[in-house]
């Protein structure tokens, strides 16, 4: 067994913050992954949807209205060490607002886990993780109407952790709600390329905003063009389409 001092260090957790699914986004889709959610996030997503109604983030538990289960950094790992599975993903919410959230990553690094880190890329700590996948907010991530406006606005974006991130094996993994979106990711790409003076644009995918099948598939001509345009890559939503806008899959 490991020989790891945990204390009695805490993560804040949702209910169900882990199950064992397929991983529904980016380069690893369709990989068998162990996820572990985090609770509590320091933005507030809402998007416009065009019909007068909006959509808050896809886990409005672990960030608009966070659920706090109490567990220790220790129970954590049994919990997932007790599943055969190499993939883990650590998310929220934005898992990086808790310190102690390293302390799981490198003890399930040391065990021999692949895990992947899902943030925000608002936060960047220096961990064993093997993969970041980050999703840097749009400027249509949350609208001038929402309450949560400028607080939003002024955190969406940490220019220094993306380029720390950006150092790393990683995805920048963009949802877009409207073509003209494609002039925020060009900027934020270029906002890392100037900071560690080249960068990979392979590792750019473009997502569809929505929660439900219909709302991706609504999307998917005009991001397919600019994936072309761009050589950018599209991922899917997986985990969507299979079991629909769900809990725990």
Known sequence: MLSV?????????TEDYIFHTVQGEGKFVGVPSIFVRLSACNLRCE???GDGTTTKCDTPYSSHEPEKLLK???????????????????TGGEPMLQVNVVHLINALEDAGRHVTVETNGTIYRECKASFWSVSPKLATSCPHTSEHFEMHHSKRLNANALADIARRPHQL????????????????????KLANRSYDESN??????????????????????????N????????HIRLWGHKRGV
Not at 8 to 13: P, R, S
């Open 204 to 229: 750019v995918y473009l997502m569809p905003q929505g929660v439900s099948v219909a709302q991706f598939d609504s999307k998917m001509e005009w991001l397919v063009e600019m994936a072309k345009k």
């Open 47 to 49: 998007w416009s949807n």
């Open 72 to 90: 220790t950094v220790k129970e954590v790992f049994d919990d997932v060490m007790a599943i055969d599975c190499k993939h883990v993903v650590v």
């Open 231 to 238: 050589k950018w890559n599209i991922t899917d939503r997986l």
């Open 173 to 192: 993994k963009f949802v877009l709600s409207r073509p003209s979106d494609e002039i925020d990711v060009r900027l934020i790409v270029d906002l890392i």
């Open 5 to 13: 001092e945990f204390a009695d260090k805490k993560l804040t957790l």
